[in-house]
């Protein structure tokens, strides 16, 4: 069974340093162009794409601003984590991954968006691997190779899930 864990919220004040953000009041904050998907659909729609099998998801909130597949696609254009270069065991996939999950989360800061990472391995030859993803506005799950930007979808036949990781 997937083994969901969730983030749970500290109540009361954030702590840290109060951020330039915190002043201004949300009215004037950009408004999301995704659509509002709950952490326990996210799940459901991972059990569907995925399988339903032994794997971890890691889920830090209780929704995700799921952006259109053309927005994603610009973000992707815009991105250069694709033109790095792979240094075995240093910046490797894993690496990759890390890294386009993180642009996604600077680039839509304000408003969020479905985008994570993905670690399976392949059942015949045992190989693994990290790549991204992201659920578009309509539930669509898609798979992103971070080293090319190419899009697919899983491949429940020959791979199987180790971790998905959202935040």
Known sequence: MVKVIKLPKKKGKPEGKQCLLDKVKTKFLPKPKGVKVSSDEIVEILKKEIGDYDYIVLLADDYYNCLSYDDYIKFLKSDRVN???????????????????????????????????????????GWGHAINFFITSDKQFWCI???????????????????????
């Open 145 to 167: 190779e971070p080293q090319n930007d190419k899009v697919f979808k899983f491949d429940k036949e020959n791979w199987k899930c180790i971790m998905v990781k959202l935040c």
């Open 83 to 125: 033109q790095e270069k792979w240094i075995e065991n240093v910046h490797d996939c894993d690496n990759f991954a890390l890294e386009l999950a993180g642009n996604a989360s600077q680039r839509f800061r304000l408003t969020g968006c479905c985008l994570g990472e993905l670690w399976f391995y392949h059942v015949k030859e």
